[in-house]
């Protein structure tokens, strides 16, 4: 019903044209063309069964990627990493309303998937990649949990159940109270599993999903990945910017001040090395940071900081706050419904500002 109603006000949008008299509107009030980056994870091919129940793991489909693109392509110019910089740095003031397309996580799938969408709507992209991940058999832990809940039977879960006094209250709790007796409820122990797990540090979590991979025997069969570093460099021929999404994907909040300094060194130091381009951005995992994550980050000379929070870009922004950029999600699979969401985007642009709190 919810999409009906979308796809309804987004048709108005789109013959009326109100998301171009909302950007309009904003920019004549404010005099400034309007900058955004959107933010991806997996675009992948959702006709072959969902691989997973979270919502960066399912990812999009890249048919409505496709229509996502050309949205954005008919109201804003897609631009690169290095203009984006520039716009955000005041070394450049473009007259045309601008965006950057961002994909965290270098899944494996951005090449069969994304990067024929992006050549056929000629547009540059940014792939923020955790090297610990690339080239290696090292998987994130939510990735882990979504293919241990979807390989368990009954009678593994019955037997974790049985030993779920080895585990902390809170996924203890999730353990005793879930089951995996259909797919949907296999869906909802992932969820749980991840926002118990999502409150704990990077060490624990992995102890505590190596145990329980451990007492269920659970291989991943998942398939999905990071790209190799032979795939990054092929990408990187094609104009895909290879930015650094730390080493070992951790929040870097968390962290102890050298190991800040070395995720954010290191990461870039590898990058450059075994792709030979510079590295100008980071990309925060979960978007985790802090002033001693920004002060290290520019010390290791990076350029700019990509968070989560929801917002749109600025121009001419002082040096710290080059680190704190936000980034909005894009929806939609129908033109209607993309271009509702654009309309959204600038309404709420009206309204909050340039920062909002939920996207
Ligand atoms: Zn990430």
């Known amino acids: 019903m919810r999409k ?46 969902d691989v997973g129940y979270l919502i960066y793991d399912v990812g999009i489909d890249y048919r409505s990627f496709d229509v996502q693109v050309a949205a954005i392509k008919r109201h804003f110019r897609i631009a690169g990493l290095s203009e984006y910089i520039d716009c955000v740095s005041g070394r450049k003031q473009p007259d045309r309303r601008t965006a950057l397309l961002t994909f965290d996580d270098a899944d494996f799938e951005f090449i069969k998937y994304a990067l024929p969408v992006l050549a056929k709507h000629h547009c540059e992209s940014v ?11 090292k998987r994130f832990w939510h990735l882990r949990v979504t293919n241990l809940t979807r390989n368990i039977d009954s009678d593994g879960w019955a037997r974790l159940q ?35 797990l999502d409150q704990m540090d990077a060490e624990e979590v992995d ?17 999905v990945s990071c790209m190799s570093w032979v795939q990054l460099a092929q990408i990187a021929e094609q104009g895909v910017a290879i930015e650094s999404h730390t080493v070992t994907h951790r929040k870097l909040a968390w962290l102890d001040e050298q190991t800040i300094r070395s995720e954010l060194f290191e990461s870039k130091r590898l990058l450059e090395q075994k792709l030979g381009n510079t590295v100008t951005a980071i990309c925060y995992p979960a978007g985790s940071f802090n002033d001693t994550v920004v002060a290290a980050a520019r010390e290791a000379g990076y350029q700019a900081g990509f968070t989560t929070m929801p917002g749109l870009g600025a121009f001419a922004l002082p040096v710290d706050e080059r680190f704190r950029l936000r980034r909005v999600s894009m929806y939609g699979d129908s033109k209607y419904e993309a271009d509702f969401h654009l309309a959204k985007m600038m309404l709420k642009r009206i309204f909050f500002g340039k920062a909002w709190n939920r996207d």
């Not at 004549?28 to 992948?44: K, M, N, P, S």
């Not at 007492?215 to 398939?223: F, N, R």
């Open 127 to 137: 792939v923020f990649a955790p090297t610990d991940f690339i080239g290696t058999d």
């Open 4 to 49: 009906l109603i979308r796809t309804a006000v987004g048709f108005v949008c789109y013959y009326l044209g109100l998301t171009r008299f909302l950007l309009f509107i904003t920019e004549l009030v404010t005099g400034d063309a309007t900058l955004v980056a959107f933010v991806y994870h997996r675009v992948t091919d959702r006709s072959n069964g």
């Open 162 to 196: 049985g030993l779920a006094g080895q585990f902390k209250e809170q996924i203890a709790q999730v353990i005793r109270q879930s089951s995996v007796a259909d797919e949907d409820r296999r869906g909802e122990t992932c969820r749980a599993l991840a926002h118990a």
């Open 207 to 223: 102890s505590i999903v190596t145990k329980l991979e451990q007492i269920v025997a659970a291989k991943y069969t998942l398939g």
